[in-house]
């Protein structure tokens, strides 16, 4: 069956450690995203990418990298620099047909 | 800068209640309105809207989305106990060609149902 993976599941980073959440669909999409959520909240932009080797920031991408390398993959790096990580991180992906999440890494700094 | 607004921001009702979710939105390029329900973990569909004035419909929920005022409603009937979620209005801009762009999310809205 086509879908989105996330993983891990659950992470715990300690400060000042670079972290990074992976993301694989086999959709074939061409758009991905990437989503925070902090509790009782709606989902804010990170980044999101529309075709292999590009990517533009979205709403809150200070502290955070990616890259798009092939069309399944769109790994999200928590640097750092973020100064408050601790978070549900959703990735989607989408086409015109409509979008799929995947089911979310909870990041944890401790 | 894409904007999603939703209200109220939290609802709490009883069952049997009808509920109506709110959704205003300013986008450069609209492509489509989305509502999500959110339990636990991934959102999971609900409608996708292109056009205005056609309602959506799926069993107690329904949604129709006007372009002209840039607005959205969601409406829960009979609820129940099981519509407890948070509910997520997103707008999805046209990037040209084949490929979506940029997709924007409110901040949803809390629904709790007691029994």
């Known amino acids: 069956d086509g879908g989105i993976t996330q993983s891990p599941k659950y992470l715990f980073r300690k400060e000042g450690q670079n972290v990074t959440l992976s993301c694989e669909q086999n959709l074939n999409h061409d758009a991905m995203y990437w989503y925070r959520q902090d509790p009782g909240q709606g989902l804010r932009l990170i980044y999101y990418s529309q075709i292999v080797n590009d990517f533009q920031k979205g709403d809150i991408a200070e502290g955070y990298s990616v890259s798009r390398e092939k069309k399944e993959s769109f790994p999200l790096t928590v640097t750092s620099a973020q100064k408050n990580p601790t978070a549900f991180y959703l990735c989607?992906?989408?086409?015109?047909?409509?979008?799929?999440f995947g089911s979310g890494t909870r990041l944890t700094v401790v | 800068e894409d904007k999603v607004v939703q209200s109220p921001l939290s609802l709490v009702v009883h069952e049997g209640d009808t509920v109506t979710l709110n959704c205003s939105y300013e986008?450069?390029?609209?492509?489509?309105l989305l509502w999500y329900k959110q339990e636990k973990k991934a959102p999971t569909f609900l409608f996708m809207l292109t056009s205005s004035g056609i309602e959506k419909k799926s069993g107690r929920l329904s949604s129709i989305l006007d372009k002209k005022e840039l607005f959205s409603i969601l409406n829960i009937t009979a609820t129940q106990t099981g519509d407890s979620a948070i509910y997520l209005c997103a707008v999805g801009d046209n990037a040209g060609g084949t490929s979506y762009g940029k997709l924007t999310f409110g901040q949803g809205t809390i629904l709790t149902v007691h029994p």
């Open positions: 986008v450069t390029n609209f492509r489509s």
């Open positions: 989607a992906s989408g086409d015109r047909r409509g979008y799929t």
